[in-house]
């Protein structure tokens, strides 16, 4: 059974710095890898979706990468901003199309 | 705009009531959509697969008798949390795919956050 870990599980940086959120996944048979956002009491937001043959995405400030062989994806965000801060989750999604979620990291950007 | 609609978006009601939560896709059909949990400061656990016309399928752990499923047409599905009780307390989210064999990201809902007295 697929199973998903997320590390730090909370990290606050000061405004403008590069940071990397980790992800790391068990089974390495995913059909594609995902980075969603959720802030406080809210629903998600997709970020970026890696397929599984793919290395790596781009969007905006957000690069996503995706190793397979080492179970491992991570999610970096360019000069961050106080409005990047919430909760990322990643998910894996298995060849049944449902999702396997980590724990999440919560960001917080200090102004 | 959203894609697919969860309604209600916040329900309060005493112990022992039953609540239905409402997943629609508005502008596509879905013959399959997921139903997720999601406790305080945890992540989203898959509880159910919807299936149109069909059974749900359940994970391990949940109570099929506690948590009904309905997929009743191509762009609804409920889900009823029968005889709640504060341990139900949690929030609610669907999804489903546009296209179901396509690489595409799914659609979540907004989430129903659910509070038993």
């Known amino acids: 059974k697929q199973e998903v870990t997320q590390i730090p599980a909370a990290l606050s940086v000061p405004e403008g710095e590069n940071l990397v959120l980790n992800c790391s996944f068990t089974d390495s048979a995913i059909y594609n890898l995902q980075w969603f956002r959720q802030d406080p009491g809210k629903g998600l937001t997709s970020l970026l979706l890696i397929q599984s043959s793919q290395r790596e995405q781009t969007s905006g400030r957000l690069n996503a990468s995706l190793d397979k062989s080492s179970g491992r994806s991570t999610l970096y965000i360019a000069a961050s901003q106080p409005g990047d801060s919430a909760t990322y989750l990643c998910a894996g999604t298995s060849s049944a199309r449902q999702l396997t979620f980590g724990s999440g990291t919560q960001l917080t950007v200090l102004p | 705009g959203a894609v697919v609609s969860q309604h209600p978006s916040w329900v309060i009601c005493k112990s022992g009531t039953s609540v239905k939560i409402e997943c629609r896709s508005l502008d596509f059909q879905a013959t399959t959509m997921f139903w997720y949990r999601q406790f305080p400061k945890q992540s989203l656990m898959l509880m159910a697969t919807?299936?149109?016309?069909?059974?749900?399928?359940?994970e391990q752990g949940v109570e099929k008798d506690k948590f009904l499923i309905n997929h009743a047409s191509l762009t609804l599905s409920t889900l009823t949390v029968t005889s709640a009780h504060p341990e139900d307390s949690s929030f609610y989210i669907c999804?489903?795919?546009?296209?179901?064999?396509?690489?595409?990201?799914?659609?979540f809902g907004d989430g129903t956050r659910l509070s038993i007295l």
């Open positions: 999804s489903a795919y546009r296209d179901y064999l396509s690489n595409q990201p799914q659609h």
């Open positions: 919807s299936n149109e016309g069909s059974k749900a399928t359940y």
